[in-house]
Nanobody
Framework: QLQLVESGGGLARPGESLKLSCVAS????????????IGWFREAPGDKREGVSC????????YYADSVKGRFTISRDNDKATVYLQMNDLKPEDAAVYYC????????????????????WGQGVRVAVSS
């Protein structure tokens, strides 16, 4: 059974940094971790869930929402089955619950823009940004 577990959330002041991790497990020989595009999403109270950044499996192509370009960096270590989101220069509007999710064989844009259902979601981790 596919499973994603996020960690690394917490409280930061504006301008500070946080790094989120998303560890995957339960992948099979046929559906290997490297074949999944994985994305980070966030949902603030009263807002829709939005795609923040996504990364493809083997090519590691990256996609970013305009609101985080130049501040957030996504990366993945396929040997550790882990995707990271380095968040720099945090702003109050970045505060949300952050989720990672995966979809087999999808493009980064289709995952980040939720053009279809994703295969698995993590439970979410809270990020607060306040002075």
């Amino acid at each position: 059974q596919l499973q994603l577990v996020e960690s690394g959330g917490g409280l930061a002041r504006p301008g500070e940094s946080l790094k989120l991790s998303c560890v995957a497990s339960g992948f099979t020989v046929n559906d290997q971790y490297n074949d999944y595009t994985i994305g980070w999403f966030r949902e603030a109270p009263g807002d829709k869930r939005e795609g923040v950044s996504c990364i493809s499996g083997r090519e590691k192509a990256e996609y970013y929402a305009d609101s985080v370009k130049g501040r957030f960096t996504i990366s993945r270590d396929n040997d550790k089955a882990t995707v990271y989101l380095q968040m720099n220069d945090l702003k109050p509007e970045d505060a949300a619950v952050y989720y990672c999710a995966a979809r087999l064989g999808a493009t980064t844009q289709s995952v980040c823009q939720l053009w279809g259902p994703l295969d698995v979601w993590g439970q979410g981790v809270r990020v607060a940004v306040s002075s």
